[in-house]
């Protein structure tokens, strides 16, 4: 799942899963990631950070809260690079934190660590 409301950041990271043969899921907010989540239960979720209503942060504090969606595994995707946003990130329950602009090779790397 990727999740996003920068229409050509989400075709670019789409284009990293769909090249290692995954099939792809949208969300344009953090509202629907986290429906879209718990309905289709996502091996990954690529997650901005600064998202509509619901930051990324949050959401992913509620997926890695929730049962149902704890297992999924959670790349925060951010132009916020600095320390503190990092380790923010990781303290909410992501698996590793990207940051914009993406190099495509290092998201790559990552999903396929997480994944197998």
Known sequence: MVV??????????AEV??????????ADDGDQALRDARELRPQLV?????????????????L???PATRDIRVIMVSARSDDRDIRQGLACGADHYVTKPI???????????LLG
């Open 4 to 13: 996003e409301d920068e229409k050509d950041v989400q075709l670019l990271m």
């Open 17 to 26: 899963l769909k090249d290692e043969r995954y099939e792809i899921v949208a």
């Open 103 to 113: 190099k495509l090779l290092d998201l790559s790397a990552a999903i396929q660590r």
């Open 64 to 66: 890695k809260a929730d």
């Open 46 to 62: 690529l997650l901005d950070v600064m998202l509509p209503g619901i930051d990324g942060f949050e959401v992913c504090r509620r």
